[in-house]
């Protein structure tokens, strides 16, 4: 199980730190992703981490702003948000994949409920 915390309304520019809490005892053995899905657009991958932390991947509209880090010994990854802009608003997912991380949706089998995030102009 997978849940979301740390959405809000924020200012165009400002922060926010979004966490995902996983249950279970092997959460090091698991990719995790960041993905976020706008009204009427698809879901497409925002960053993700390997079990090991040893590889992190970024799409390029938030390279350089985003930062994912994830935490094994509390089961949590964590999104670190920073310069955010209005195209950034979106409902964020948390997602989970045995040991590989990718960039594809569709290669996870876990997901979160997600949260809300408004950047205002």
């Known amino acids: 199980q997978l849940v979301e915390s740390g959405g809000g309304l924020v200012q165009a520019g400002g922060s926010l730190r979004l966490s995902c809490a996983a249950s279970?005892?092997?959460?090091?053995?698991?990719?995790m992703g960041w993905f976020r899905q706008a009204p009427g657009k698809e879901r497409e991958f925002v960053a993700a981490?390997?079990?090991?932390?040893?590889?992190?991947y970024y799409a390029d509209s938030v390279k350089g702003r985003f930062t994912i880090s994830r935490d094994n010994a509390k089961n949590t990854v964590a999104l670190q948000m920073n310069s955010l802009k209005p195209e950034d608003t979106a409902v964020y997912y948390c997602?989970?994949?045995?040991?590989?991380?990718?960039?594809?949706?569709?290669?996870?089998?876990?997901w979160g409920q997600g949260t809300q995030v408004t950047v205002s102009s």
């Open positions: 997602a989970a994949r045995i040991l590989v991380a990718t960039i594809d949706p569709r290669n996870y089998n876990y």
């Open positions: 279970g005892r092997t959460f090091s053995n698991y990719a």
């Open positions: 981490i390997s079990g090991g932390s040893r590889g992190t």
